[in-house]
């Protein structure tokens, strides 16, 4: 099978230290994408599964809230060179549950192994502020301290990052964890907690539920549990945050996205096409960061797409595993079917066809989708609304920057938006009137890093702390103000 995986096993949940088996019965199968092949089955748990997990993490939260936080931290730095000792065989098991190629997993190890340094710095982030004359004779500080239980739910596409955008700062700030790992992608999160075991984490403070929709609910409906963190698909998003904020939680909910690349015809065309064609087809489009349309300058368009196109052929499509390979699998039959639905689509819209990923061929038994790019792309179309979440990119022709911008601004996503350019002015205009949180500037992916917020607007997020960043330490604490006058 593979070094990582010897033996498909039922996976257990983890918690209070323990590997132990849910109280429900039901197992969903875990594939590879790449071939097919079932790799592990995982439990799909139920609300009292949840129940036991919240209880236990709210029992070890009166004695971890207490652990001084460099005495926390260390324990970070510990999990962080084990992380760093671990990184290939991390970045491997990501690569095969989740299709992406093992330079891309490699990435996405070290984009976790950040999030982790970054929170090492519990002790500075966890300051607070002292003002001592607020009157004469009177002083006023702030303190910040943890919140309680957070319950953390993750999607498929980023096994590591994304749960190491929440656990990492959430229990460094003192807080204890429950999380429920995708159930397509949850091998990796078992590696995850054993590490953390390995560390020196107290039993207890970080807990693993496998499941789906129940243990959803039942995070969101639990009284013990203080916050959720959320990242997911827009619809699943606003769910998680309306019925989590109903039952009075702390919520942030990451979103889906749509994000637009605007080309300018004084753009540098070949670093355009190389970043759009890894922006577009990297990790098989499966990014909340894909770079889904482009918004091109007309008389830049047909040598843009003449590049593109080029480039798309010379992709090496198959088993990530394969050094060569640049573009995996999608991650399910269904999700394979569905994207080859919205190229009919696109079709049936009038778009134009320009490159077919239908036809492309691999000697893998997974769900293969090449690249594919639609020229004459309009905001009628379904193909450029909705989030394919594959390798799919759809062209809009613009007459210049502001016509780009208005359609982009037309998308009720906007997690980022990417422009190239060698003119300051347009670049400035481009920030001052777009909507969208996460920008970049000649770059493809202006990916999210452990030490700003992930700051995306609209239907991509709800909620009002980003992760990440200073954002993220506000989100796993709540602050006490006192004022003293010294008799
Ligand atoms: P998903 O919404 O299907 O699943 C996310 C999590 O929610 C999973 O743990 C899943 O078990 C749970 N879930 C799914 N349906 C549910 C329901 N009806 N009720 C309760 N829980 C449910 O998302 P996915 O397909 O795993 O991940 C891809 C999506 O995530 C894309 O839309 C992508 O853009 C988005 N994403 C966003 C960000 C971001 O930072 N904005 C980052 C990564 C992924």
Redesign the pocket.
């Known amino acids: 099978m593979s070094k990582v995986i010897n033996e498909v096993k039922t996976l257990k949940n983890y918690v209070g230290g323990e590997w132990i088996e849910p109280k429900s019965d039901q197992t969903q199968e875990v594939y590879n994408p790449a071939t097919g092949e079932v790799i592990a089955h995982v439990p799909i748990s139920s609300q009292e599964d949840v129940d036991h997990a919240v209880t236990v993490a709210q029992e070890a939260f009166q004695e971890w809230k207490e652990v001084a936080v460099p005495k926390r931290a260390r324990i970070l730095f510990k999990y962080q060179q084990l992380l760093v000792d671990h990184w290939d065989e991390l970045a491997e098991l990501i690569t095969i549950e989740n299709g992406k190629n093992l330079k891309e997993a490699k990435g996405e190890v070290q984009r976790g192994i950040e999030n982790v340094e970054f929170a090492c710095g519990a002790p500075t982030l966890m300051m607070g502020d002292q003002l001592p004359s607020i009157a004469t004779g009177l002083e006023s500080s702030v303190q910040r301290y943890p919140i309680g239980v957070i319950g953390g739910?993750?999607?498929?596409?980023?096994p590591m990052m994304?749960p190491c955008w929440m656990y990492p700062m959430a229990i460094a700030t003192g807080n204890t964890f429950v999380m429920?790992?995708?159930?397509?992608t949850p091998l990796l999160a078992n590696r995850l907690a054993e590490l953390l075991e390995e560390a020196g984490l107290p039993k207890g403070v970080f807990n693993i539920v496998h499941g789906?929709?129940d243990v959803?609910?039942g995070l969101l409906d639990h009284e013990k549990v203080a916050a959720i963190s959320?990242?997911?698909?827009?619809?699943?998003?606003e769910?998680?945050y309306k019925r989590g904020t109903e039952n009075l939680k702390r919520v942030q909910a990451?979103?889906?996205?749509k994000n637009h690349s605007i080309v300018l015809k004084d753009a540098n065309l070949d670093n355009a096409t190389t970043q759009i064609l890894n922006a577009a087809f990297g990790s098989a489009g499966?990014?909340?960061m894909a770079a889904s349309v482009v918004a091109i300058e007309e008389s830049a368009a047909d040598e843009f797409i003449t590049q593109l196109k080029e480039k798309a052929d010379a992709v090496k499509m198959g088993n990530g595993l394969d050094d060569e390979v640049f573009l995996g699998p999608v991650i399910r039959e269904q999700h394979k079917e569905r994207t080859l639905n919205y190229i009919g689509t696109g079709e049936e819209e009038g778009a134009k066809l320009v490159r077919d990923g239908r036809n492309d061929q691999t000697d893998s038994e997974g769900y293969f989708v090449g690249p594919t790019i639609f020229d004459n792309v309009t905001t009628e179309m379904k193909i450029w609304q909705d989030?394919i979440?594959a390798p799919v990119l759809s062209i809009v022709r613009v007459s210049n920057l502001t016509e780009a911008i208005n359609v982009t601004n037309e998308s009720p996503f906007a997690?980022g938006a990417c422009i190239f350019t060698r003119d300051g002015g347009s670049v400035r205009q481009f920030r001052e009137t777009i909507d969208a949180g996460m920008l970049g500037v000649n770059i493809g992916v202006p990916a999210?890093m452990a030490f700003f917020p992930?700051s995306?607007w609209k239907n991509?997020?709800y909620g009002d702390l980003h992760?990440n960043g200073k954002d993220g330490v506000e989100f796993y604490t709540r602050k006490k103000v006192m004022t003293t006058r010294w008799v």
């Not at 959320?230 to 998003?237: D, E, W």
Request: charged share 15%.
């Open positions: 739910i993750t999607p498929f596409n980023f994304v429920k790992p995708s159930e397509r789906a929709h959803v609910n959320f990242v997911g698909s827009q619809p699943v998003a769910y998680v990451l979103a889906g996205a499966e990014r909340c989030e979440f997690n999210p992930f995306g991509s997020f992760a």
